[in-house]
Structures are given as C-alpha cells and as structure tokens.
C-alpha cells in the first residue's frame, strides 16, 4: 500500500483506539499514541489529584456549612474515605453549625468511611482529634493492603474545597514548621510535596480547588455575602441587601447593636448611610460607602459569630 493508505485507524475490541498504525514494506504495524493530555482545568486537575491519595479532607466554611459542600462532591470523591473539616470556628454560631451539622455527625458512627469535625485550629487536642479520625476512616484499606502482602506505607490525604473556606489555614496550622518532605506527587504541579504527619499519615502541601459552579443564585448570594467568591461575579450593593434580609431572619439582635432600627428596614443600606451620615458630593446619601463597610464588617466579625445557612 502506498500514500495515505499507509496509515490507517486500529480498532480494538472496545471501540476506537487512541493510536494509528504505519505499515512498513514488510507489512508489519508500527503503533504510534497521541501523547497523554495533562488537566487543563481546576475540576481535571482535582480529578487527577484525587486517584493518588487514599484520604480526602474536604473544608467546609462553620458560617456556610450547607453552602459550602460542592453539589458534584459525591461524584468527584467517589468511595474515597473522608474527613469533612468545618473550619472558621472562630467566626461561626457554634450552636447553629452544630444543629445544621448533626446529621452528618449522626451517620459518623455507621459509616466506617467518613468522619466529621469541627476544628479550633488553636487547640493542641484538635490536632490528636484529626489523626485518629483519619486513621479511623483508613482502617480499611490499611487492613486491605495487609492482606495482600503490601508492605505497610502511611496513608496519603489532600485537602481539597471551594476558594476561601480555610484549607490552606488548615495545612498550615497542621504541618506547622516541623515537617519532612518525602518527595513529589506524580501527576500534580512539580514541586507539589508531600508532608508526613504521623508514622500512619501523609498530607499533601498544597490543596485541590473545588471550583465554585453549577450553584444556585441563593447558595451564590451567600458565598458573595462572606467573600467566598470572585468579586466580579457579584454586585456589592446588592448582596449587601441580600445579607441584611438574611440576618433579619436569623440575628435581628446583632444588626440591632450594628445599627439602631436596621433590623427592621425595609432598605437596610438606605438606612445605614442615613443614620451614620456617609454622604458624598451633593450630600447625597453614599449607599456605596455603607455597603463596602458593612460587608468588610461582617467578615471580620464585628457583628459576631454567625452561621447563615
């Protein structure tokens, strides 16, 4: 055979193959694959990232703990064992979390797989809480590869969650200065390292970005309110309006202290700006200013501990 005829498709017995076979004179294939695509985007790239570890540790933020939780998380994470961390205990309604929460805590002592913590990350005794319970949920495959005869080797976790719930705050706070590093990921950004932190544990040093899509306007309204999104995808004013509707709801009291009579404004901002006197040129009322303030306010926690799920 000659000119194009030459090259030619094979076919397997599930379907088309990745390859294109080149006939020499001898009528002998010579087998050429298309080189191996590496991830493009963060939900590839987290995809890739999970087939390498045997642990997920997945940060919710304690002020979103419904919202925060990745709609397609069951899909990415699969069987995996994981730890679902509430990080932000500093800035959230502890009772609230843990009421919100407690299903999830309720179904922890069935699962063999799945554990769930509300971490201080200033404690000590969170961190002993945090290995035990990563042991716990990889006792199984431990016990698996023991069975077969593997050598025993410490279990490897990431950290994975949406933008700004806390995760690097987490491998911070957990790998601290004293850490050995015991060499690059495959497959992951190079450089990427792995850190041991118990004889039985290893963590990556660098989180899997869940990237925040396929939310509904509601659940988007209230990661924009805590800063948990870009802030081109949202408009500051509104959300601020958006914000105050919901802790009229839930903590009338807090914006009660913030403001005298916000809690019962039918146009918070308007009645913000009004009774703390932000005007700008023309004395005209500065809704802008207020709403900047307010939201900067909030997430600081100047109006305390809250939990708006």
Not at 161 to 172: D, E, H, R, Y
Not at 192 to 200: A, E, G, L, S
Not at 224 to 234: G, H, I, K, M, R
């Amino acid at each position: 055979m000659g000119g194009k005829d030459n090259k030619r498709q094979v076919h397997g017995a599930g379907g088309r193959a990745n390859a294109y076979a080149k006939f020499t004179a001898a009528g002998s294939p010579v087998i050429k694959r298309a080189p191996k695509k590496e991830p493009s985007t963060a939900f590839q790239r987290l995809t890739e990232l999970i087939k390498w570890v045997d642990l997920v540790i997945e940060v919710l933020d304690g002020r979103l703990p419904i919202s925060t939780k990745h709609p397609s998380s069951q899909q990415i994470f699969g069987n995996k064992p994981r730890l679902t961390i509430y990080s932000k205990l500093d800035l959230s309604d502890a009772d609230r979390l843990k009421f919100l929460t407690k299903d999830n805590f309720e179904c922890d002592d069935v699962d063999n797989y799945h554990r769930s913590l509300i971490l201080s990350l200033k404690s000590r005794e969170s961190k002993s809480k945090f290995i035990e319970s990563a042991l716990a949920v990889t006792a199984v495959k431990r016990q698996a590869l023991e069975r077969k005869g593997i050598l025993p080797r410490p279990m490897r976790a990431c950290v994975v969650g949406i933008p700004n719930v806390g995760k690097s705050s987490l491998i911070n706070w957990f790998i601290g200065q004293k850490r050995t590093r015991t060499g690059d990921m495959p497959g992951v950004t190079k450089g990427t390292q792995w850190i041991r932190v118990d004889p039985q544990l290893e963590m990556l040093d660098t989180p899997g970005i869940l990237p925040p899509t396929a939310l509904g306007a509601e659940t988007h309204n209230r990661l924009a309110f805590l800063n948990l999104v870009p802030p081109s995808t949202y408009n500051g004013e509104e959300i601020v309006q958006f914000g105050i509707a919901t802790m009229q709801r839930l903590y009338p009291e807090r914006l009660e202290e913030y403001c005298k009579g916000l809690a019962e404004a039918q146009q918070g901002l308007t009645h913000i700006a009004e009774v703390r006197r932000y005007l700008s040129s023309g004395a005209r009322l500065d809704e802008l200013r207020a709403a900047n303030i307010f939201l900067r306010d909030v997430r600081d926690g100047k109006l305390g501990r809250l939990t708006l799920d």
